[in-house]
């Protein structure tokens, strides 16, 4: 069956380390999703991509990074970690256009930040 | 801005309906979604509305007004397991998804 994972899905770490969450998609959607999850917040957009070699800034990117090198994974990237970015992470992917098509959810990752 | 508004949370008995109310103000929309989120757990879908009127789907049902900016969702039969939270997220003019804050559903037998 198709499938999205996420690794770790537990990781604590220092501030200023760099870290980076795995994602990785068996469905062959196009589109990609990273979201993170706080209280009273609901879901923030990170970053997406629509594709291969294809990335865009989300609704709070600042601290963050992607690459789409290939159909099935979207690694984000923190780059100095801050205790601000203490979160849940989730991955997302669909086919449609832009996020107009269902998204399905990778497990999530539980990052902390000291 | 963009905005979607729902209840931060909710109580209702076992075997009780119970309606969960969504309101938006977005640039534009092409869609809304109704996603149930149990604690620790990753988002899944329930329903997704593009026009006007009720879906149902088993004890779920969801409704859609696009000239008020409202969306509800219907749970019948409340049973224990639909303890979880419900997003609604709208889809705008530029096909993105702005998500709600959700709603924290507790039943009680």
């Known amino acids: 069956d198709a499938e999205i994972t996420q690794s770790p899905r537990h990781k604590i770490t220092e501030t200023g380390r760099q870290v980076t969450l795995a994602c990785h998609q068996t469905?062959?959607?196009?589109?990609m999703f990273w979201y993170r999850q706080d209280l009273g917040h609901g879901l923030r957009l990170i970053h997406y991509?629509?594709?291969?070699?294809?990335?865009n800034k989300g609704e709070v990117s600042d601290g963050y990074s992607v690459s789409r090198s290939n159909t099935e994974d979207l690694p984000l990237t923190l780059e100095s970690a801050a205790s601000s970015q203490t979160s849940v992470y989730f991955c997302a992917s669909n086919q449609g256009q832009g996020d107009s098509d269902t998204q399905y959810f990778g497990p999530g990752t539980r990052l902390t930040v000291l | 801005g963009q905005n979607i508004d729902q209840p931060t949370e909710m109580t209702a008995t076992e075997g009780a309906i119970v309606q969960i109310n969504c309101t938006y103000q977005t640039s534009g929309f092409n869609g809304l979604f109704w996603y149930q989120q149990h604690a620790g757990e990753a988002p899944t879908f329930l329903s997704y509305?593009?026009l006007d009127g009720l879906e149902e789907k088993g004890r779920f049902s969801s409704f859609l007004s696009r000239s008020k900016g409202y969306s509800y969702l219907l749970l019948k039969e409340l049973q224990m397991k639909d303890s979880a939270s419900y997003l609604c997220?709208?889809?705008?003019?530029?096909?993105?998804?702005?998500w709600g804050a959700g709603t924290k559903l507790i039943i009680k037998p």
């Open positions: 997220a709208v889809i705008d003019s530029n096909y993105q998804l702005i």
């Open positions: 509305n593009v």
């Open positions: 469905w062959n959607h196009n589109n």
């Open positions: 991509s629509y594709g291969v070699q294809d990335t």
